[in-house]
T-cell receptor, first 115, second 113 residues
Framework: KAGVTQTPRYLIKTRGQQVTLSCSPISGHRSVSWYQQTPGQGLQFLFE???????NKGNFPGRFSGRQFSNSRSEMNVSTLELGDSALYLC??????????????FGQGTRLTVV | AQSVTQLGSHVSVSEGALVLLRCNYSSSVPPYLFWYVQYPNQGLQLLLKYTSAATLVKGINGFEAEFKKSETSFHLTKPSAHMSDAAEYFC???????????FGTGTSLTVIP
């Protein structure tokens, strides 16, 4: 069974540009969450999608957005990139809508560097 | 608000020695706690999770964790460290609604040959 697939693995963008990251969850999983990982802030929740609906959003500016498609694949978009957006972006999938004891399976991440 | 605190951002142990990584939680209700491991340039891999079924939880790769309500702790242990255990370890708790994880700041484990 294939794991969570994130593309691309590495990305270099210039300040002011926008970027789209993709996440394909484990087959049959319907919940996808996104996290940003930086050395200074650690792992921070961006948003969660279940059945194409955003269930929850973290404390990030509106430049960060996402969506989920009918096949559960998800994309996140960051517009007007800033240097501080440089991070490892992790996608996690769960079989069902996340509850307290739901485990999540993480992809390898997309390393975004903004120059 | 639920949160977890990991004491010690860096831990070094000799190969074959006991591994002890500390995690304390803050919650007004019994939490659901998780330990994840991250190898360099990789995502997070679930080691184990506590779901109130048993206070001693066994995970993969020989790791286990004990939930102690009186100490609000969920420390991760392994009797004998292997070189392959060198990685970053994260303790995490889900929110009451379950929508998101709150992660600790991580503990980097170094295993000395």
């Amino acid at each position: 069974k294939a794991g969570v697939t994130q593309t691309p693995r590495y990305l270099i963008k210039t300040r002011g540009q926008q970027v789209t990251l993709s996440c394909s969850p484990i087959s049959g999983h319907r919940s996808v969450s996104w996290y940003q990982q930086t050395p200074g802030q650690g792992l921070q929740f961006l948003f969660e999608y279940f059945s194409e609906t955003q269930r929850n959003k973290g404390n990030f500016p509106g430049r960060f957005s996402g969506r989920q498609f009918s096949n559960s694949r998800s994309e996140m978009n960051v517009s007007t990139l800033e240097l501080g957006d440089s991070a490892l972006y992790l996608c996690a999938s769960s079989l069902v809508a996340a509850t307290q004891n739901t485990e999540a399976f993480f992809g390898q991440g997309t390393r975004l560097t903004v120059v | 608000a639920q949160s977890v605190t990991q004491l010690g951002s860096h831990v070094s142990v000799s190969e074959g020695a006991l591994v002890l990584l500390r995690c304390n939680y803050s919650s007004s209700v019994p939490p659901y706690l998780f330990w994840y491991v991250q190898y360099p340039n990789q995502g997070l891999q679930l080691l184990l999770k506590y779901t109130s079924a048993a206070t001693l939880v066994k995970g993969i790769n020989g790791f286990e964790a004990e939930f102690k309500k009186s100490e609000t702790s969920f420390h991760l242990t392994k009797p004998s460290a292997h070189m392959s255990d060198a990685a970053e370890y994260f303790c995490a708790v889900r929110t009451n609604t379950g929508n998101q994880f709150y992660f600790g700041t991580g503990t980097s484990l170094t295993v000395i040959p």
